[in-house]
């Protein structure tokens, strides 16, 4: 009887979550006891309301823990007899454990569980499983809840076959009625098949697990190298950004000095004939006194004995109208000034486009790739719709239906005057930028049409601004009933059939332009594999009167 009385305050001065004596015990409102560090856990691992791990009753709201000083000054008091956790062979279960199936009252932890019984043990009631013969065959695993979905729901069997057929478990009665005639083995069997398979996985992932190892080591130094490469190009960028600063703020303190000096001269100058002129006004002032004082002479003999002895009037030194420039001193300083801003906000507007491009072509990890399209149909996965800028037409060019066409005109259009507007040839270009996978087709009629690519900075005016004489622009030039290419002055005859229709193909990252003879099928006309460093832009070139040319629309 002593023996069980200790077995009794063993079981009441556990904690039932560790398993171990209480520490700094607390006393839930349902009466159950706990570690508070254990209830503080349990409680904040759930995620709905508080309960009691043993009796699952819940709280609303939450309890305040207090210490349950009584149950702490026992606990002290008990170790200092001897007292000590629980055994290991009382290791209860708690609340996401797997409970033993045979323990009655509190239900000791499982420490296995058997296929064939469909129960849990533990190492008590484990112990017939290990030293029985009848149990030897019985296959048992590590604890599982989900024993009964070994059973079969039909005939209440374990299903100790499989059908590959409907690739499901199935018991013997199951591969004699309702799975007759399928493919069927047994559990076993197929679990040998599919650990063979499995095993093989597992060796293919080990394998690859080692080559991304490896791959992870050799791309660490890329890292490094990428942010070293990084962190210098922003320092020089910096630096040659702090440098174009100060460049500009010298020229603005040169040009500022150069109007003072100016202003200064200026000013001086006219304070110079200011003061000219009122020393004349002061000898006119006295002049006119003496005359004044001549005339009011009354003896005439006086008066002609006088008059001859005053000097001549001498000519004035400084011409009767005076010529200034009315509100016009240095405002065309500021107008040559405004003029280099203007221009300088092209160049930076039109190389800040490079330099982005550049950047974005900065990749390390060159992506696989893509294959390059076959049919029509793979083509137009690509489309896109192009229109053109007025801006950059030639004035003898007539844009149309909402700018996707061109037409050729007698008579000079009135457009007003840009900077991007080609003056030397019939030519245009896109208000796209392109710097994806595209395509796009031209429907062509006339005597002289060209297809082209270009950049956006070529040139509008010079002999050299035609597509396809300059390094700037690639241009497929179509002829009634042939084709060329050129690019940068040299021309490549095409040898092909004529047709009124041109498909474009544009892989930018790759590299790749196209050109295709478009009827029926599509006939590869010209292919360019190069590196385009800036954003392109379709471009058109008509040279005779009612020539014409037009986007496709493509669906």
Known sequence: MAQKGVDLDQETFCCSICLDLLKDPVTIPCGHSYCMKCIQGFWNEEEKIPSCPQCRKTFIPRPVLVKNFMFAALVDQLKKTGLQAAPADLCYAGPVDVVCDVCTGRKLKAIKSCLICLASYCEKHLQPHLDAAAFKKHKLVEPSKNLQENICSRHDEVMKMFCRTDQKCICYLCSVEEHRGHDTV????????????????????????????????????????????????????????????????????????????????????????????????????????ELKQLSLTEDHSQFLLNYPSLPPLSESTHSSNINVRPLRYFEDVTAAVSELRDKLQDILREEWTNISLTVTHVDVLEPEPE??????????????????????????????????????????????????????????????SLTERCYWEVERRGTYVSVAVAYKNISRSRDESGFGFNDK?????????????????????????????????????????????????????????????????????????????EFFKLE
């Open 186 to 289: 047994s559990a076993a069997a197929e679990r040998t098949e599919r650990q063979r398979e499995l095993e093989e996985s597992q060796q293919q992932i080990q394998q690859r697990i080692q080559d991304r190892e490896k791959e992870v080591k050799l791309l660490q130094p890329e890292v490094e190298a990428i942010n070293h490469s990084a962190d210098q190009t922003v320092k020089d960028s910096e630096k040659i950004f702090t440098e174009m600063i100060r460049l500009i703020q010298k020229r603005s303190c040169d040009v500022k000095q150069q109007i003072r000096s100016q202003q200064q001269t200026e000013v001086s100058r006219v304070k110079d004939l200011q003061e000219e002129l009122e020393q004349e006004i002061t000898e006119l002032k006295r002049r006119d006194a």
């Open 371 to 432: 294959p390059e399209p076959k049919s029509r149909a793979d083509f137009l996965k690509y489309s896109c719709q192009i229109t053109l800028d007025p801006n950059t037409a030639n004035r003898e060019l007539l844009l149309s239906e909402e700018n996707r066409k061109v037409t050729v005109m007698e008579k000079s259009q009135s457009y007003s005057d840009h900077p991007d507007r080609f003056t030397k040839f019939g030519q245009v270009l896109s208000r796209e």
């Open 473 to 549: 622009s690639w241009s497929l030039d179509c002829s009634p009933n042939s084709f060329s290419f050129y690019h940068n002055g040299i021309k490549s005859s095409i040898s092909a059939p004529a047709s009124s229709r041109v498909g474009v193909y544009l892989d930018h990252r790759a590299g790749v332009l196209s050109f295709y003879s478009v009827s029926e099928s599509m006939t590869l006309l010209h292919r360019v594999q190069t590196t385009f460093t800036q954003t392109l832009h379709v471009g058109l070139w008509l040279s005779y009167f009612g020539d014409t040319a």
